[in-house]
């Protein structure tokens, strides 16, 4: 073995320093779960606002300052819908500094990027969309990844369609955002 | 370009190696995903050729398929990332490494290739793209006469990514060469 990492001593230095030099060997890709709120839609108002903090999740606090890019973004929730008529389902986001102005569905839109969208729960319906499914909702991705990335957005969840207070709601719900970002 | 240049070295050596006889072979085992939380481990298997270049070093040109496991995510449930598939090509130099003949033999690895990373079809907003990426690491051949050998090795693959940082995984395989014209 002596021998051996004598005549080979130069080879493997080169190997070591190039993966090193190229690799960032303390970089890698890390998972961030967010909850999101429960909410029910009104008859009046068929949307529902917050504003998202990635930055208290401890996994998004330890790589924010290295963050690459974000690989994936998706969604992991139950929506209901209890009214005798079907109801669609989107996710519109703004950046966390953007004008919010609630005063109306167009004006949401005039304002926000929509990002899930195309999910439309049946009368009486109960739907567990799971991540992989999700991924198929998605819309606007790069926007999506970019609106992420700040860590910090404004949240709007709209459905549209004929119901009563409280008859649509979306429970335990995630986020969950894969990031590429260093030690 | 560079795909272009490293398929024009690969033939040059192929053509002055042919005197020397060429292995052929294959090989398998498992890749293991190094900082990745969104994959588990999967398999690697791939086929290969072996060139000799100059006295002790030859060249592998290879291809490589491999499969990550699906990764279950904490806290969902029935949530999981697929696993990607990673196709490559390219070539290790290989430090040490004989062209046949009996016995255990030693040899250090590096390589460059082009990594091809295909999310699994439901995984849709992952990243699909080529990228340049290298590897390096150590084997060993154990030779059963002149013309057969297996071996065992262990690498690890850094593929640099577009926007930053890298992907990194580890392979652990055991294959098999058949020299030919030795």
Known sequence: ????????????????????????????????????????????????????????????????????FIDAVGFDFW????????????????????????????????????????????????????????????????ALKNLVKDGKFNYFGLSEGTFADDEVCWDSAKAVITVSAGN | MKRIFLLLAVMMIAVSSLSAGVGVGAFGGLAIPLVQDDQDNG????????LKAIPLFVIEPYLSFVKYGDKAIDGLIGGEFKGSKVNSYGVDALFG????????????????????????????????ETRLGFSGGFGFDIGFGPTFSIDAR????????????????????AGATLFLGM
């Open chain 1, 1 to 68: 073995m002596k021998n051996i990492l004598k005549r080979f001593g130069i080879p493997a230095v080169i190997a070591a320093s190039l993966l090193v030099m190229v690799g960032c060997l303390v970089s890698g890709t890390f998972v961030v779960i967010a909850d999101l709120d429960d909410h029910c839609f009104t008859a009046a108002k068929h949307f529902y606002y917050y504003h998202v903090d990635l930055t208290a999740e401890s996994e998004w606090n330890d790589h924010k300052d290295k963050i690459d």
């Open chain 2, 154 to 173: 262990g690498k690890l693959n850094v593929i640099p990514q577009k926007d930053g940082g890298s992907k990194k995984s580890a392979t652990l395989t």
């Open chain 2, 43 to 50: 398999t690697a298997f791939g086929l290969k050729a072996r």
């Open chain 2, 97 to 128: 490494a004989p062209m046949g003949g009996p016995g255990l033999k030693p040899y250090f690895i590096l390589g460059a290739g082009f990594f091809s990373t295909k999310p699994d079809e439901t995984n849709k907003v992952a990243v699909d």
């Open chain 1, 79 to 142: 929506i209901t819908n209890s009214s005798s008529d079907s109801a669609t389902f989107t996710v519109w986001l703004s950046g966390h500094t953007a004008t919010i102005d609630t005063s109306s569905i167009q004006a949401i839109k005039d304002n926000a990027t929509e990002v899930f969208g195309g999910l439309t729960v049946g009368a009486g319906d109960s739907v567990h969309v799971t991540y992989g499914e999700s991924l198929g909702f998605v819309k606007n991705l790069t």
